[in-house]
């Protein structure tokens, strides 16, 4: 990214932490990442696969932008997520690629992720979006409780991976600061 923007800094509440991703850590990703279930509804869905995860792992570090999410509790690695695709010219960046492990499903870490990411990156820019796959309706409720709106359809190239329709969700700055 060619801003002045820290896209990849150490973000941490009382129980997650966000680290960097680092080229050491494919085998603890892997871990979370190696549940079938987790991409069932991700646009690759053979991603649990050791060699295709190693494309979105490549990815993840060319990025900049990457982190592992840690569980404080355990210090286990529940997942990663990502800013990236920082437009200067809309004030706005992405976030994505995010995928935890089952056993977080359902116990709020996604909000909790995405509110630390939400309220870093708004000291930087005025608008996040997100791609989320067509069929992934777990993601899509998801971001619709964070407020997010659908404003586009789109086919999105994910590194080393064929183009898949994704929806384009959207949160502004104001919106997300005066929500209730």
């Not at 060319?62 to 809309?90: C, H, L, M, P």
């Not at 659908?150 to 104001?174: D, H, S």
Request: glycine share 6%; aromatic share 14%; net charge negative.
């Amino acid at each position: 990214m060619s801003s002045s923007i820290p896209i990849q800094p150490t973000l941490e509440d009382p129980q997650t932490l966000l680290l960097p991703l680092q080229a050491t850590d494919f085998e603890a990703l892997y871990a979370a990442a190696s549940d079938p279930k987790v991409w069932e509804q991700h646009p690759n869905k053979d991603r649990w696969k050791p060699e295709v995860f190693r494309t979105f792992f490549e990815g993840a570090m060319q990025s900049q932008g990457a982190f592992k999410i840690i569980d404080k509790a355990t210090n286990e690695v529940a997942g990663s997520t990502r800013f990236y695709g920082y437009d200067e010219q809309e004030d706005s960046i992405l976030i994505g690629y995010t995928f935890y492990a089952t056993r977080y499903w359902g116990k709020g870490l996604n909000l909790k992720v995405k509110t630390m990411m939400l309220d870093y990156i708004f000291q930087f820019v005025s608008q996040v979006y997100f791609h989320i796959g067509a069929a992934n309706t777990r993601s899509q409720i998801a971001i619709s409780r964070l407020g997010a709106e659908k404003v586009a359809e789109e086919e999105v190239a994910y590194f080393g991976e064929a183009p898949q329709l994704n929806f384009v969700y959207r949160i502004g700055k104001e919106q997300w600061i005066g929500r209730s």
